[in-house]
């Protein structure tokens, strides 16, 4: 038997950016993090899978559906000690939300989320950043649901890495992140405000506005073939990385349409959708654009965008 607070058979295309997708056998949305901690721990106890999602920025379900539980995480609550710099968030406030509140108080560190669509939550799950910054630099706890038991967990537990974190593994650990505690640094308002104003601004000038997962496979850390690269900027050699759009404009592809799903001239890593793209056809793209890349400079994209459900 299913919780009562489930929906049947529920569309999560309008739960994902990308505004792509099938519907989720069983749907519900959840407002604290109690109510939030109990439904996940209900789950536990069957084995259908359960994916709890914040603003779908940076998932792509099936069109073929997705199986068990989806839940939206829509908790809401903030704690922030100015003084100490020790602030507690749900993991369902937006990532730039808990920016700008933290900025308010003279709280420095998280001006990169600026632009970074998606929940706290979700931004730790991928470990997201951007400007040499990420959302683990500053974590010191983690409140999770891990196989139905509730209880703080040190940062160590998520395995961090480049846009990666062990929930993003094959067959990871049966846990949800309910809250999270940062420790942030004092910072003076205006240097907090001028920073996330520049990175803002380079933000609105590379990125395509229409609906998106934003980039959809990470960048490549390779120096040899940095170096191969002539046209790659030497600050890139230097660094030894290479973009993904990069690579995937150098294979003539930006602009590449397949039905409403659309590498975006802008830039070339954005799966844009230019109208009805089923998740199919940005599936399809996305493994057109990882084939040639692959053919051209013998490297595999890999995904930052993950696919969610029922896939062949
Ligand atoms: C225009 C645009 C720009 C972007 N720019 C950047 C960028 O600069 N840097 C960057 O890193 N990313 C970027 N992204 C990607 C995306 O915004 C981030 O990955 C974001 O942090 C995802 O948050 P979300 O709440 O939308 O997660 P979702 O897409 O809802 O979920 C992502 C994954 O996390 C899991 N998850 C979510 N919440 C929880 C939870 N509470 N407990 C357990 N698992 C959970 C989900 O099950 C799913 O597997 C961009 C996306 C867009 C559309």
Redesign the pocket.
Known sequence: MQPPQLIPDVSLRPF??LRAGGRADWFAQMRSVDELAAMVAACHQGTDPL?????????LPSDAGVAGTVII?ETRGLTIDADSGVVEVD??VG?QELFLKTAQQGLAGLE?AV?????V??????????YRS??SEFLSEIE?VHEGERGWVSPAWMEFSY?DSV??RQNPPR????RLRFKLPPGTPKAIYDEARDYQRQ?ISK?PPSA????FFKNVNDADLAQRLETLPPKLKEAGVVPAGYLIESVGLSGHRIGGAMLSRRHAN?IVNVGGATATEIRDLAALARWKVSEAHGVTLEP?V?F?GRWD
């Not at 994916?51 to 998932?59: A, H």
């Not at 632009?115 to 929940?119: D, V």
């Not at 998106?212 to 980039?215: E, I, L």
């Open positions: 994902t950016t994916i709890v999602l914040g603003w779908g920025s940076n998932v995480n993991s369902g990532f990169f632009g970074i669509p998606g929940t939550g979700g931004a730790l799950v991928s470990n997201a950043g951007a990420n959302v999770i846009r929930l993003r846990a949800v992140l309910l933000r990125q998106s997962a934003g980039s954005f930052e993950l969610l």
